[in-house]
């Protein structure tokens, strides 16, 4: 089992298609993974993409974009291990407690960034849309 397990879901009031080519631009990658090279194995297209990750973390990520009422539900998953110092590759091995205590701060770190770029890219492309009203309204 992984040691950075992470599960996220957004819900973005815009078309679906416009939230997959968000997702797909490689300056918000860098953004949201500032240590980490992500390397594309599946373009999805309008579903979403799939990454083979190295760097800080060694494992794989996907965004999935999912339509759903008048906008998309962007799923993110990440399952990736630590990663040894001085390789952008080979796992870290510890102790468990060890591995544990950097899992926790790794998996902090991550989820902070996603979710502030996750809601830019949401802010962006809800711009001038009022609160509770739907994208046709």
Same mark, same amino acid.
């Given at each position: ?90 796992? &870290?091995? /510890? @102790?468990?407690? %060890? ?5 926790? *701060?790794? =998996?902090?770190?991550?989820?902070? #960034? &996603?979710? /502030? @770029?996750?809601? %830019? ?5 809800? *711009?001038? =849309?009022?609160?509770?009203?739907? #994208?046709?309204?």
């Amino acid at each position: 089992m992984p040691m950075v397990d992470l599960i996220d879901e957004t819900f973005v009031v815009a078309d679906p298609a416009e939230v997959a080519v968000a997702l797909h631009a490689e300056a918000l990658w860098q953004r949201l993974f500032p240590d980490l090279e992500l390397t594309v194995f599946q373009d999805r297209g309008p579903d979403g993409i799939r990454f083979t990750v190295t760097g800080a973390l060694v494992g794989s990520s996907e965004f999935w974009v999912e339509p759903w009422g008048d906008g998309a539900i962007v799923h993110y998953y990440l399952r990736a291990d630590l990663t040894a110092p001085h390789s952008d590759a080979v796992p &870290l091995t /510890a @102790g468990p407690r %060890a591995l544990a205590r950097r899992a926790v *701060r790794a =998996r902090t770190r991550h989820v902070r #960034r &996603l979710k /502030a @770029g996750l809601n %830019a890219v949401k802010d962006d492309l809800e *711009r001038g =849309r009022l609160p509770g009203l739907g #994208r046709t309204e």
